[in-house]
């Protein structure tokens, strides 16, 4: 073999994965230490680990995660740039910082904080570090930045909420409340980003271990964690992108990554609570309370949508997780409440709504919601065809009472709200669903000694005022779902009944 050839070997060999494989997809990760590589027993980021999950042979993880660095200063130094350099189109970009960004703004140490927030803010500084002028800008400014710039290049932005803290509250919950992931999800939801809420999807998992075994995946501090600790995050990471609408990911995994099922929550980005320091109001239920990602696809909205407009949010946070084609059943049964549930604190408010998807079959193959008529404790042994388990089925009252039940073992009032009504008339009267979802709801609520709004009674009283005509445009396509007009109309409703109630 001659010289020559020796040395092409050599560099063929060498070379960087971007320069030996230029023709695969790549997905290119943008952030701080918790996602960047490390040779340290004590220490390694989630990305460092990503390629045990992905087919080698179709895909490239470039990890450009660069400890120290906050959104800002990863711009400002160059890192930003560099990455868009080597960024080619089909490419994605998994962009994750909070975690530096609440450091000082101007100091003689480090100089990387961001402004808080998302808006247009920005401050002039001659930086004590650089010794140079500049303007700092808002968090949520620099992720815009790196959006616009990743889709300048034809490529996917998706953007992460921070990893998840080793810190504990004294109920042996951890503190889970993160100002950067609420901000990252703002951001995510108003540029049509896909966003993955990695700081919850991580804490669930993690209170199921227990403090003592979360403490060994922590060994630094409470903000690095070892190896097992990283792929206990990239699992989620894979888990999540895989539940993406439209979602790339599954093309590029190997077994090890298709072996990780889906979360089917990704694309509907549920939001999470604004403030660590007030009480949250959160919202569960189906399409009428909040319909699939929440962005009024097909004129439909709920009314969960519009609640924040009637509260003071400076005062509390409106947190609206309900999930379009639920019952009171699969809401439970397919782990959205557990989801929901693990987010609240004491003192915190659940407004729940259920009852049109109740009717549905209780047991087929394709979505298998049914729930059993009543408020009895009766209950029916299936095979759920769609899922291929065993269930037992109860009641609608009984699933209700669960929720009840449970929220408030953990400090949290409940306010159960009867169905709002379909757009159906006998007449000039609107037609009341009686003995029946409205009525049950009120049974448990009274049973349970849990705060009512009869939202069935109130929404179908103003209904018959409007008359048919000028119903029909409260509505979207069909007799259920309602316009953003029907829905601001029914937020207002619940909104006067919650107010005595939050004090507001």
């Known amino acids: 073999m001659t010289i020559r050839c020796l040395c092409l070997l050599f560099w063929i060999l060498l070379a960087p994965a971007s320069l030996a494989q230029p023709n695969l997809p790549r997905i290119v990760i943008a952030g701080d230490s918790t996602a960047a590589s490390y040779n340290n027993p004590d220490q390694q980021g989630w990305a460092a680990v990503l390629e045990e999950y992905i087919d080698t042979d179709r895909a490239q993880v470039i990890n450009r995660a660069r400890g120290g660095r906050s959104s800002r200063t990863f711009i400002t130094e160059g890192l930003w740039q560099t990455l868009l350099d080597d960024l080619r189109p089909g490419d994605i970009v998994v962009i994750q910082f909070g975690h530096n960004d609440a450091s000082p703004v101007n100091d003689t140490t480090r100089a990387r904080g961001s402004l808080p927030g998302t808006g247009d803010e920005s401050q002039a500084i001659d930086n004590q570090l650089t010794g140079q002028p500049e303007t700092v800008y808002t968090f949520g400014h620099y992720l815009r930045t790196m959006i616009a710039d990743v889709r300048a290049q034809g490529a996917t932005p998706l953007l992460l909420s921070p990893t998840q803290r080793n810190r504990w509250h004294s109920d042996g919950r951890l503190r889970r409340h993160n100002d950067h992931g609420r901000w990252a999800y703002e951001v995510a939801l108003a540029q049509n980003t896909g966003f993955i809420d990695l700081t919850n999807l991580v804490a669930d998992q993690l209170e199921a271990l227990g403090q003592d075994a979360v403490a060994a995946l922590y060994p630094k501090d409470h903000t690095h964690f070892n190896r097992a600790g990283a792929l206990l995050h990239a699992e989620q990471v ?5 539940g993406l609408r439209p979602n790339p990911w599954d093309d590029l995994l190997n077994d090890r990554g298709r072996a990780l099922d889906a979360d089917i929550t990704t694309w509907l980005r549920l939001p999470m609570r604004a403030r660590a320091d007030q009480r949250s109001v959160f919202l569960i239920g189906d399409s009428t309370v909040r319909n699939g990602a929440g962005d ?15 509260l003071d949010t400076g005062r509390v946070n409106v947190v609206n997780r309900a999930v379009g084609g639920l019952s009171s059943r699969t809401y439970y049964t397919q782990g ?12 915190d408010v659940l407004v729940l709504q259920f009852g049109h998807n109740d009717a549905g079959a209780i047991n ?13 404790p009766h209950y029916q042994q299936i095979d759920n065809r769609l899922t291929g388990e065993p269930e037992t089925v109860y009641s609608y009252g009984g699933y209700l009472r669960r929720y009840v039940g449970e929220a408030k073992a953990r400090g949290i009032t409940v ?11 006998q007449g000039d009267a609107l037609i009341r669903a009686e003995d029946s979802y409205p009525d049950w709801a009120r049974q448990v609520a009274l049973q349970s000694q849990s705060a009512f709004i009869d939202l069935h009674q109130q929404v179908a009283q103003r209904y018959d005022q ?28 619940v909104a006067q009944a919650l107010k005595p109630l939050l004090g507001l």
């Open 364 to 376: 087929d193959d394709s979505r298998a919601r049914g729930t059993l008529r009543g408020i009895g």
């Open 296 to 310: 009024g696809a097909n004129g439909e909205w709920g009314w969960g949508d519009f609640l924040a407009r009637y």
């Open 336 to 347: 959205y409440w557990t989801r929901t549930l693990n987010m609240m604190q004491p003192g």
């Open 238 to 242: 894979i888990r999540a992108a895989r």
């Open 415 to 425: 306010v159960i709200c009867s169905p709002i009504p379909r757009n159906r008339w």
């Open 466 to 493: 409007l008359g048919p005509e000028r119903v029909t445009e409260l509505f979207a396509n069909d007799h259920t779902h309602t316009s953003a007009a029907g829905a601001e109309l029914n937020a207002e409703l």
